[in-house]
């Protein structure tokens, strides 16, 4: 009877340690990739195998496999609050490996056009402001380099695997950078202007700071890789012209890396 309790005991040990085991293997290997748009995530949606749709709460969760990763991808709506939340679930829910922040992004820079990639290498919240208290524009209260405006990051390591993918046959450019993050569409060039020059920043977005400041406090890695949609001194007609195809380009990069 004893020896029986015993091997009943050490069977149940046994699965215990498989279960922790597979559970932590899954989640090592869990890649979370968030769009704030359908276009931005469509085109990696497509290409994942073994997909399942779960909807939580508001939240809707697409997994799959992508060669050696367990992929969860979601859309979080456009805008800071949105993509944090999402983010913060995300993290919660399935503890991933690292986050990517995929999509499109307008233009700051001479030297980026329509078409062209930007891998943000830092990220600020240009519309965060508390200057009357003396703080530069763009400082969020974190005690850290209190007289310039708080910049979030890329994963260093993350940076190099995503710019090593990139080729001299490419008829695009590359540029490693700063995005800058606000809850405004900006399309005047007075208004890009200002956001550049006050900031150093190359691109802009309504999305990655956020993103990256979660993922920051969550002390997960995260990558923002993003296409441009529309140039310096462009209009919305360019944006909406190039929206899905710069979020196709952006996520095509990443399905090429992650394979």
Excluded: W
């Amino acid at each position: 009877m004893k020896r029986t309790i015993k091997y009943i005991i050490f069977f149940i040990i046994s699965i215990c340690i498989i279960c922790l085991f597979f559970n932590y293997t899954n989640k090592k290997e869990t890649v979370a990739i968030i769009g704030a748009m359908d276009d931005e995530i469509n085109e990696i949606h497509n290409n994942l195998n073994n997909t399942k749709t779960v909807q939580q709460n508001d939240f809707k969760i697409i997994t799959g496999k992508l060669g050696k990763y367990n992929i969860v991808l979601t859309k979080s709506g456009v805008g800071k609050v949105a993509s944090a939340v999402t983010t913060q679930f995300i993290i919660d829910k399935y503890s991933p490996v690292c986050i990517i922040n995929t999509g499109i992004a307008g233009s700051l820079s001479d030297n980026l056009k329509a078409g062209d990639i930007i891998i943000a290498k830092d990220m600020v919240q240009h519309d965060f402001d508390v200057t009357a208290f003396g703080s530069p524009k763009g400082y969020i209260d974190n005690g850290i380099e209190p007289n310039k405006p708080t910049l979030f990051h890329s994963d260093k390591t993350l940076i190099e695997k995503f710019k090593n993918k990139f080729n001299s046959n490419r008829d695009y450019n590359v540029m490693i950078g700063t995005i800058a993050t606000g809850d405004v569409f900006a399309n005047k060039e007075e208004q890009k202007n200002q956001i550049r020059n006050e900031f150093n920043a190359d691109a802009i977005d309504m999305e990655s700071a956020a993103i990256a400041q979660t993922t920051q406090k969550n002390n997960i890695p995260v990558i923002v890789l993003r296409t441009i949609s529309d140039s310096e001194n462009d209009s919305t007609s360019e944006y909406k012209q190039n929206k899905k195809s710069s979020a196709q380009k952006a996520a095509l990069y990443i399905l090429s890396v992650l394979e």
